[in-house]
């Protein structure tokens, strides 16, 4: 039975360590009332609007120089399915437009920029 629990304590442990790694230790906020996801060290923040979508970039809390970037964001609410092209906008990726936007909406953010890509994951509230 000890070992049971000695295998469950450690699997939790590294579960744990994983999470702490992914997040290093902060939760990032939103600077623009967006929903914020962290990926390999870069927040993205989303803010989605029934007649506008902003993708902003930001590399430990500095804005990202996105004038070179694109992304492409695909929006799923319920069972519908819509894609849109964000370009560069100031200091974020932007689209106008009327878009699909409700509590739940999952939303893939492939955003490209110096030849890599990167994919952000959100859930709107």
Same mark, same amino acid.
């Given at each position: 039975?000890?070992?049971?629990?000695?295998?469950?304590?450690?699997?939790?442990?590294?579960?744990?360590?994983?999470?702490?790694?992914?997040?290093?230790?902060?939760?990032?906020?939103?600077?623009?009332?967006?929903?914020?996801?962290?990926?390999?060290?870069?927040?993205?923040?989303?803010?989605?609007?029934?007649?506008?979508?902003?993708?902003?970039? +930001?590399?430990?809390?500095?804005?990202?120089?996105?004038?070179?970037?694109?992304?492409?964001?695909?929006?799923?609410?319920?069972?519908?399915?819509?894609?849109?092209?964000?370009?560069?906008?100031?200091?974020?990726?932007?689209?106008?437009?009327?878009?699909?936007?409700?509590?739940?909406?999952?939303?893939?953010?492939?955003?490209?920029?110096?030849?890599?890509?990167?994919?952000? +994951?959100?859930?709107?509230?």
């Amino acid at each position: 039975m000890k070992l049971v629990q000695l295998i469950a304590t450690l699997a939790l442990a590294a579960t744990g360590a994983a999470f702490a790694a992914e997040n290093h230790g902060h939760d990032p906020k939103p600077l623009h009332a967006g929903v914020v996801v962290e990926v390999k060290d870069i927040e993205y923040e989303l803010l989605a609007k029934p007649d506008s979508m902003q993708l902003y970039l +930001r590399d430990h809390g500095k804005p990202i120089d996105v004038s070179k970037a694109t992304a492409k964001v695909t929006l799923l609410t319920g069972m519908e399915k819509q894609e849109v092209d964000l370009k560069p906008a100031g200091d974020k990726l932007e689209a106008k437009g009327s878009f699909k936007i409700a509590t739940n909406t999952k939303v893939i953010a492939l955003v490209s920029q110096a030849g890599k890509s990167s994919t952000a +994951r959100f859930v709107l509230k």
